[in-house]
């Protein structure tokens, strides 16, 4: 099955840090765009990061640029979100899913595939 697996949520009190990793089963994340995603409860699926697959560009959503870093290593198969000066509203559910390129708008965010069930970021005092 061809599916991407999040890990490294958790509960962090505002000002913590979290980095997600987003890792590939069944298939190489090399030839694709990732994007991070997250679905706070009540509200829609947003874009939060997106990076090419060669690394060399990246795009962010403007609540976390300057806090947020996307990262990608080929050769582990993993693509990881550093996340830091972390914020109450920052708390949702985190996915990572596959594209040809940054489609980053809401409008595509149906376009994206090999949605993984996600993983929990909470910041609570």
């Known amino acids: 099955q061809l599916q991407l697996v999040e890990s490294g949520g958790g509960l962090v009190q505002p000002g913590g840090s979290l980095r997600l990793s987003c890792a590939a089963s069944?298939?190489?994340?090399?030839?694709?765009?990732i994007g991070w995603f997250r679905q706070a409860p009540g509200k829609e699926r947003e874009g939060v990061s997106c990076?090419?697959?060669?690394?060399?560009?990246?795009k962010y959503t403007d609540s976390v640029q300057g806090r947020f870093t996307i990262s990608r290593d080929n050769a582990e198969n993993t693509v990881y979100l550093q996340m830091d000066s972390l914020k109450p509203e920052d708390t949702a559910t985190y996915y990572c899913?596959?594209?040809?390129?940054?489609?980053?708008?809401?409008?595509?965010?149906?376009?994206?595939?090999?949605w993984g069930q996600g993983t929990q970021v909470t910041v609570s005092a």
């Open positions: 899913a596959a594209h040809d390129g940054c489609i980053f708008g809401r409008a595509y965010i149906s376009s994206w595939n090999y």
């Open positions: 069944g298939f190489t994340l090399e030839h694709f765009a």
């Open positions: 990076i090419t697959s060669s690394g060399g560009s990246t």
